[in-house]
């Protein structure tokens, strides 16, 4: 149950950080921002100070500002002029509209150094965690039970040549199919070397040909220092980006979306890899936290961060890419975007969002994910 409100609580938590990023930019820059509400709907208790109206609304589902002239068919009151956000140079909109997925991103980037700080990083060792006794015919020992390796054994070298990780391990085997080769190793306090004809496998996902030996390695947990977290907090947050997107493009493919519509009709089987998550769905998954431990948790929302960065730095209207690319054109070509092509923009993306975001509450509801 902690887990499941510890969900929701983080997404409204990271929507309302989102807009809360653009109401503390456009206040930095000097465009006026006259409203900053936790919620949607009905005002429920609100108080102004100075120019702005702060407050609660209904529907606690994240944050809500409102700038001034950040809508292109929105009136402005004469008194607003030169402090509305269409008035403004190209380097003030761009800090506007993008300070909302900054704070996402900066968001995920914080809980990923926190997590490989206080949790680690998995490592695969060259210690060996057991020996595959036989090849798929079951019959044939493998090259590393026929060589006598044992489980707890150190390989140190292949050929002379060190191997400190078992990536370098993995290079050297792949590369020798059909070959003899010599395992120096370590068991206990003695240095052994023993002698190995490595036998051919292909990936079967890639298909590519490499030598194989029947071993697997330990998996120790390694804690970083503070310097070493935030250097790969980094590499983890830009990997993430990457990961997203790519899942983003999947899902708009007319296969994808074709498949996704079949939800509506009862065909609720769809693969994880293309699966939107609604906070439902979220909350679902923090449920199962004693089984999936925090840590896996914790990863999955500093993701969701990462997700509602990458999809509102998309350039399509009126998301805030979209409205970072308007600010671009009109810098290049000086002059104003027509109001009139951004409407149907603005209805496709709209209804491609709500789409998906209903696709995400009839799964959540109708199939949750089972950990």
């Given at each position: 149950m902690a887990g499941a409100i510890g969900g929701v609580l983080a997404i409204v938590f990271f929507v309302t950080a989102h807009e809360l990023g653009h109401f503390l930019a456009a206040k930095m820059v000097g465009v006026k921002a006259t409203e900053f509400f936790f919620g949607f709907g009905p005002r429920i208790w609100s108080f102004k100070r100075g120019e702005t109206e702060y407050g609660?609304?209904?529907?606690?589902l994240g944050g809500y500002v409102r700038i001034v002239g950040m809508n292109p068919l929105e009136e402005v009151p004469e008194s607003d002029l030169g402090r509305t956000y269409r008035e403004q140079p190209f380097w003030k909109k761009a800090v506007v509209v993008l300070a909302g997925v900054g704070m996402n991103f900066l968001i995920a980037y914080l809980m990923f150094a926190a997590l490989?700080?206080?949790n680690g990083v998995s490592e695969l060792t060259t210690t060996l965690a057991?020996?595959?006794p036989t090849l798929d015919d079951g019959i044939t020992p493998t090259p590393a039970a026929d060589a006598g390796l044992e489980a707890g054994d150190r390989v140190l070298a292949i050929d002379g040549v060190p191997t400190p990780d078992w990536t370098a391990v993995g290079e050297e085997l792949s590369s020798r199919p059909e070959e003899r080769?010599?395992?120096?190793?370590?068991r206990g306090d003695e240095v052994l070397e023993l002698t190995a004809t490595l036998a051919t496998r292909t990936d079967p996902e890639t298909g590519e040909v490499g030598g194989f030996l029947g071993i697997g390695p330990t998996v120790e947990v390694r804690k970083l220092s503070l310097?070493?977290?935030?250097?790969?907090?980094g590499e983890q947050l830009g990997s993430s980006v990457v990961?997203?997107?790519?899942v983003l493009g999947q899902i708009v493919q007319p296969g994808t979306l074709g498949r996704l519509a079949g939800v509506l009709v009862g065909n609720t089987d769809v693969p994880l890899e293309f699966r939107p998550v609604s906070p439902i769905g979220v909350a679902n998954i923090g449920s199962q936290v004693e089984d999936i431990g925090w840590g896996s948790f914790l990863f999955l929302l500093a993701s969701v961060n990462v997700?509602?960065?990458?999809?509102?730095?998309?350039?399509?209207y009126p998301l805030d890419g979209g409205h970072f690319a308007v600010a671009l054109y009109e810098k290049i070509t000086r002059r104003a975007v027509n109001v009139?092509?951004?409407i149907p923009v603005a209805a496709v993306v709209i209804t491609l969002v709500g789409f998906l975001g209903l696709i995400a509450i009839i799964l959540d509801l109708v199939n949750p994910i089972d950990l």
């Amino acid at each position: 149950m902690a887990g499941a409100i510890g969900g929701v609580l983080a997404i409204v938590f990271f929507v309302t950080a989102h807009e809360l990023g653009h109401f503390l930019a456009a206040k930095m820059v000097g465009v006026k921002a006259t409203e900053f509400f936790f919620g949607f709907g009905p005002r429920i208790w609100s108080f102004k100070r100075g120019e702005t109206e702060y407050g609660i609304k209904a529907i606690p589902l994240g944050g809500y500002v409102r700038i001034v002239g950040m809508n292109p068919l929105e009136e402005v009151p004469e008194s607003d002029l030169g402090r509305t956000y269409r008035e403004q140079p190209f380097w003030k909109k761009a800090v506007v509209v993008l300070a909302g997925v900054g704070m996402n991103f900066l968001i995920a980037y914080l809980m990923f150094a926190a997590l490989l700080m206080f949790n680690g990083v998995s490592e695969l060792t060259t210690t060996l965690a057991g020996v595959v006794p036989t090849l798929d015919d079951g019959i044939t020992p493998t090259p590393a039970a026929d060589a006598g390796l044992e489980a707890g054994d150190r390989v140190l070298a292949i050929d002379g040549v060190p191997t400190p990780d078992w990536t370098a391990v993995g290079e050297e085997l792949s590369s020798r199919p059909e070959e003899r080769i010599v395992l120096t190793v370590q068991r206990g306090d003695e240095v052994l070397e023993l002698t190995a004809t490595l036998a051919t496998r292909t990936d079967p996902e890639t298909g590519e040909v490499g030598g194989f030996l029947g071993i697997g390695p330990t998996v120790e947990v390694r804690k970083l220092s503070l310097w070493e977290a935030i250097g790969s907090a980094g590499e983890q947050l830009g990997s993430s980006v990457v990961v997203t997107f790519k899942v983003l493009g999947q899902i708009v493919q007319p296969g994808t979306l074709g498949r996704l519509a079949g939800v509506l009709v009862g065909n609720t089987d769809v693969p994880l890899e293309f699966r939107p998550v609604s906070p439902i769905g979220v909350a679902n998954i923090g449920s199962q936290v004693e089984d999936i431990g925090w840590g896996s948790f914790l990863f999955l929302l500093a993701s969701v961060n990462v997700m509602l960065g990458a999809l509102n730095v998309l350039p399509l209207y009126p998301l805030d890419g979209g409205h970072f690319a308007v600010a671009l054109y009109e810098k290049i070509t000086r002059r104003a975007v027509n109001v009139r092509v951004l409407i149907p923009v603005a209805a496709v993306v709209i209804t491609l969002v709500g789409f998906l975001g209903l696709i995400a509450i009839i799964l959540d509801l109708v199939n949750p994910i089972d950990l």
